[in-house]
């Protein structure tokens, strides 16, 4: 059982600054690869970047050079700083926890409850 509670979201202007934190509670991250998602109003979820239990990241196209996703694995906690801000970045932005599980054979996933982000002047 995994517990993935996010924060730091609010409203910020164009241009502007955000760092995201998600602590992870129930498990350590282990092998788990660790993700960012994010869902704007009418449109389906999105991967926004993850990060794998060795450190090795991925992004979206649209966010590379902008954002950046890191750990601290003492801490359980992942982060997404954000930067340059567009308001197409305006979303719930989601953490993710996934990891295989062999004997089932299938990836156990969790979800945090969201937190909003909203870019506008």
């Known amino acids: 059982q995994v517990q993935l509670v996010e924060s730091g979201g609010g409203l910020v202007q164009p241009g502007g600054s955000l760092r995201l934190s998600c602590a992870a509670s129930?498990?350590?991250?282990?092998?788990?690869?660790m993700a960012w998602y994010r869902q704007a109003p009418g449109k389906q979820r999105e991967l926004v970047a993850h990060?794998?239990?060795?450190?090795?990241?991925n992004y979206a196209d649209s966010m590379k050079g902008r954002f950046t996703i890191s750990k601290d694995n003492a801490k359980n906690t992942v982060y997404l700083q954000m930067n340059s801000l567009k308001p197409e970045d305006t979303a719930v932005y989601y953490c993710?926890?996934?990891?295989?599980?062999?004997?089932?054979?299938?990836?156990?996933?969790?979800w945090g409850q969201g937190t909003q982000v909203t870019v506008s002047s």
């Open positions: 993710n926890y996934n990891q295989y599980n062999p004997i089932s054979r299938r990836y156990e996933s969790y």
């Open positions: 129930g498990s350590t991250f282990g092998t788990a690869t």
């Open positions: 990060i794998t239990s060795g450190g090795s990241t």
